[in-house]
């Protein structure tokens, strides 16, 4: 088990700008970072990372989620407030017989994915398929 510490991430900015994601609680089952630089606590950007375990008979999949929130802020009479939110899901399902070079494929099919101009057009601009 890893202990937890500050996890840096560059922004999607022309010049990337590395982000800082301070632990905010931790546990074993679900530990979530925020990025704190706003100072206004709901336009924290958090990030969260749940884990569960195979349990033999009951369950035989272990599973990491991972969720993104980037909270957008507007001030409306003096009142800060939250406007929308952007979010994001991982859900990455391993069986509990996959070998360390299947977890390894799909972790670098998933990272691959994503940074393929396909899936980067749908994700991020908007730009379905056809």
Do not use: H, W
């Amino acid at each position: 088990m890893a202990q937890a510490a500050a996890i840096t991430i560059n922004d999607g900015q022309a010049t990337p700008v590395a982000t800082t994601f301070s632990p905010e609680s931790v546990t074993p089952g679900l530990s979530s970072f925020a990025d704190r630089s706003t100072g206004i606590a709901l336009a924290f950007r958090r990030l969260r990372i749940a884990n569960s375990f195979a349990k033999g008979g009951k369950s035989v999949v272990n599973r990491c989620k991972v969720g993104i929130e980037i909270p957008v802020t507007t001030l409306v009479s003096g009142v800060t407030s939250v406007a929308y939110t952007l979010r994001a899901n991982v859900d990455i399902i391993l069986p509990d017989g996959a070998t360390a070079a299947q977890r390894n494929d799909l972790y670098a099919f998933l990272k691959n994915a994503l940074a393929n101009a396909l899936v980067q057009g749908a994700a991020r601009d908007l730009d379905p398929l056809y």
